[in-house]
């Protein structure tokens, strides 16, 4: 009997069989996998929360800047030097702001802005257009967000970009066979006054002592350039440098004009009729108008209305 | 031994942490997406607020200019020797430019110039990037009728918010927007202090008034495209050899670029740049 329950013990002291210790060994291996992977996922969402937290407010605003024609306007001449190495270009870029009017919509300007709330705030509003009675709606013109800035830009006539330039000396070497290239007056070139030469990009820029050879070697799109016995051609390009002031984004609000909906069932095609009604009817103190300044409708066609600055003061 | 019931249940519980975090990071690269196809519409609450009026002003259709560009202004530096021809008329500058030399025969006097066309660099697109900017603040909430000039304004908003006990710090920068002024700190903790507070009473002349602090997006271009576009009505003329002065070249020039035989017309301006010196021709924009 001692015998057995020795035997007994002895196979509970035993280690595990091949298979379970296989089992376990696995599930080790699976707990650790498991951990790791956590940890690595953890990590990447702190990285994307904090990308997210910083990246609020982060966005690209692509404009086409429509083409404005220019004329002569005066000749200056100003003490400082530097004005004359750059072609200087500045203008002024604001979004427009506008309210597409609907079927059925049109846009009221009061004179005055506490004419203009005061009718928001009746909200509804009874008037009678050639003898039908229509309920309209007063309400404030949701507009979009845009933004404003200036823009900068000097065109450098004494400067150009260089770029596609070989890898094959050491900086100092090439930096002299770029001036020693781009001083040849045979090929356009004329007398360098600096070079600024980036090896691992491969470009330089290059600034010559008199304007106009930017310009004539800017004819083509690249230059030769000589080491020893070889001629590299390098692209040549302006240089240009721009940048923003007065950057703003900014939410229009419309304090003098007020949106009216509810005209869609009207069966009129005069539309100036319509505008004329509909400004009589807010002129009128006893319905809570004054001074209207303009009434647009729109009874069909949607039309795009712009809203403009207000022009009162500097802020 | 290791025990079977405990490392399941870690096991489980490592499972159930998992789900949760993919569920998470699903959430946050969703929602990079979708700020990576956000546009400037959905960014309210940096913008400040501009009166804007409706004047009657509408387009039929639904296609509208996305930006208005104003106060356009470039200046084209002119070397000595040369003169800036500006014709009433853009066929009489073409005519005259389709000849490289013009050989000026005025009495006694034989000039030989070179006639090229005005071109200048004209920026046709722009890319902005904007950021939440670190150093600087927007203030706003100006009272209408404020009776100061900018540089007033100005100085007055940099004491104020320049002074520590007030929650300020040293001002770098400062600008006037439309409706609001932008100051930059040197120091991020300002801007950031100065945001949190949102709120602050500033004396402006006899009165104080109370101003909004917020975050201010500052914009810095990526990309400009530029393209050279010539200014059809105006002519540069160059290599004006130096045997007269000023008044006279001016004249002959004059002369010479009126006469219809020489392929000229009415001169609405000339500018004489004489050798040795230098000028800075200005373009504004031409009203229609």
Redesign the interface.
């Given at each position: 009997m001692a015998a057995d329950e020795d035997n007994k013990k002895q196979v509970l002291k035993e280690p595990?069989s091949d298979k379970e210790y296989m089992k376990?060994e696995q599930?080790?291996r699976?707990?650790d996998e498991?951990?790791k992977?956590?940890t690595q996922?953890?990590k990447?969402?702190q990285r994307?929360?904090t990308?997210?937290q910083?990246?609020?407010?982060?966005?690209?605003?692509?404009?086409?800047?429509?083409?404005?024609?220019?004329?002569?306007?005066?000749?200056?001449?100003?003490e400082n030097d530097s004005?004359?190495?750059?072609?200087?270009?500045?203008?002024?870029?604001?979004?427009?702001?506008?309210?597409?009017?609907q079927k059925g919509q049109a846009?009221i300007?009061f004179e005055k802005e506490e004419v203009a709330q005061n009718i928001i705030r009746m909200g509804k509003h009874h008037l009678k257009i050639e003898d039908v009675d229509v309920e309209v709606l007063a309400k404030p013109?949701p507009?979009?967000?845009?933004?404003?800035?200036?823009?900068h830009?000097a065109?450098s006539?004494v400067k150009i970009n260089v770029t596609e330039i070989p890898d094959g000396l050491p900086e100092d070497q090439m930096r002299d066979k770029l001036e020693l290239s781009f001083s040849k007056s045979r090929n356009g070139g004329g007398e360098v006054l600096c070079v600024q030469y980036d090896k691992p990009s491969g470009s330089a820029v290059i600034t010559f002592m008199e304007?106009?050879v930017a310009d004539k070697i800017l004819k083509k799109k690249d230059y030769p350039l000589y080491i020893n016995q070889n001629c590299y051609r390098v692209t040549v390009s302006?240089y240009?440098e721009?940048?923003?002031?007065?950057?703003?984004?900014?939410?229009?609000?419309?304090?003098?004009?007020v949106l009216l909906t509810g005209l869609e069932e009207l069966q009129m095609t005069d539309i100036e009729l319509l505008e004329d009604l509909v400004n009589i009817h807010f002129q009128r103190e006893m319905n809570g108008g004054g001074e209207v300044?303009?009434v647009?409708c729109s009874l069909g066609?949607?039309?795009?209305?712009?809203?403009?600055?207000?022009r009162?003061?500097?802020? | 031994m290791y025990d079977d019931a405990v490392s399941e249940e870690t096991l489980g519980a490592l499972r159930e942490e998992q789900a949760r975090l993919k569920d998470r990071l699903r959430e946050l690269q969703q929602r990079r997406r979708e700020l990576r196809d956000q546009t400037r519409d959905q960014v309210p609450f940096l913008a400040n607020a501009v009166p804007l009026v409706f004047r009657g002003h509408i387009k039929q259709g639904q296609e509208a200019p996305k930006c208005l560009v104003s106060e356009v202004r470039i200046s084209y530096p002119l070397p000595g020797g040369s003169a800036l021809v500006t014709f009433d008329d853009p066929k009489v500058a073409q005519r005259v430019l389709q000849q490289k030399e013009h050989e000026i025969h005025i009495e006694e006097c034989r000039l030989r110039v070179q006639v090229q066309a005005l071109e200048l660099p004209v920026v046709t697109a722009v890319q902005v990037s904007t950021q939440v900017s670190r150093r600087s603040v927007l203030v706003s909430g100006f009272p209408a009728g404020l009776r100061l000039s900018e540089e007033e304004l100005l100085d007055k908003l940099e004491i104020f918010f320049g002074k520590t006990r007030n929650g300020g710090g040293d001002v770098e920068t400062r600008e006037l927007l439309r409706g609001a002024v932008v100051l930059g700190f040197t120091e991020d903790t300002v801007a950031q202090y100065l945001c949190q507070t949102g709120q602050f009473t500033v004396p402006l002349g006899e009165h104080k008034f109370p101003l909004r602090v917020s975050p201010y997006l500052s914009g810095e271009i990526q990309k400009a495209d530029i393209t050279f576009r010539s200014v059809p009505q105006s002519v540069l003329v160059l290599n004006i050899p130096d045997v007269l002065d000023g008044p006279e070249l001016q004249d002959i020039l004059q002369i010479h670029f009126q006469k219809p035989s020489r392929g000229g017309g009415e001169v609405e301006a000339l500018r004489v740049v004489p050798p040795g010196q230098r000028g800075l021709a200005v373009f504004t924009a031409a009203s229609d």
């Open positions: 595990l376990d599930r080790e699976l707990i498991i951990v992977e956590n996922l953890k990447e969402i994307l929360e990308e997210l910083e990246a609020t407010g982060n966005f690209q605003i692509k404009e086409d800047i429509p083409e404005t024609k220019v004329k002569f306007t005066s000749l200056e001449n100003p004005q004359f190495l750059n072609i200087s270009c500045s203008f002024q870029v604001s979004s427009q702001v506008l309210y597409e009017l846009l300007t013109v507009l979009n967000s845009g933004v404003r800035f200036q823009v830009e065109y006539k304007p106009g302006p240009t721009t940048h923003l002031k007065n950057f703003q984004v900014f939410s229009g609000i419309s304090e003098r004009t300044e303009v647009k066609q949607p039309c795009i209305a712009y809203f403009e600055e207000e009162n003061g500097m802020i | -």
